[in-house]
């Protein structure tokens, strides 16, 4: 016994990797007696998005005279528009990440599967006497196990990423409002917004809602979801009449 807990502790790179399996075991502990994951997991997307928004603002006159006589059309010249776009690729670490599938599944689970085949490459390695004899400089072993961590974890969380899909870890489907009626709960006009409700599987449902054309609609009047506005989460209504 004295010679195993000497081993979890010596060389070095056993001292870190041991602490560090030892506060993800106090960490699962806490977990399993608050009720789950849920509430200590880190809800990572490290799916890359690229959003554009180009407003085109082009105030043009078109009052005026073109004489032809004062029209030079040159074919030999092209004109060329940006052609180069610049996108942000995600950093090595995010892709690092995402190979790992961390957004697929729990952070903390692929975190502490990383750690276990870290712990366990540690232990193995320092058996060999000259990563022993390395004494402080042993702790680069860390690095390369690190790498071959990372590959197994890939693995290993292949069919937690399965079993997690098929049981719905991502949630439910957002729901499509488009064409639903509900109740207006509050009076809206052109710039002012309000709130109405909408039942959904027997469930009422509380949604932001703006008028579509302008026109003012009470509270207490049906109204009809059109579209959702595309840079916030705000719907469109109109009057049922």
Sequence with gaps: MTEIIHHLFNPLPNAIMSVLMGITFIYWIFSALLGGFDGFDIDM??????DVDIDIDADVDTDFDLQQSHVDITHDKEVEVADHVDVRQPSIFMQILEFMNVGKIPFMIVLTIFKFFTWAGTLLTTTIPKVVNLGFWSVVILIPLSFIAIILTHYATLPLVQFLKNTGYHGEKA????GKEGVMLSSITADKQGN???????DPIKILVQSTD?????YGEKVIIIKKCDKENIFQVRRIH
């Design 45 to 50: 997307d490290v799916n890359p998005e690229i």
């Design 175 to 178: 729901i499509d409002f488009i």
């Design 196 to 202: 109405m409700e909408v039942v959904i599987d027997q």
């Design 214 to 218: 302008g026109n003012q609609i009470k």
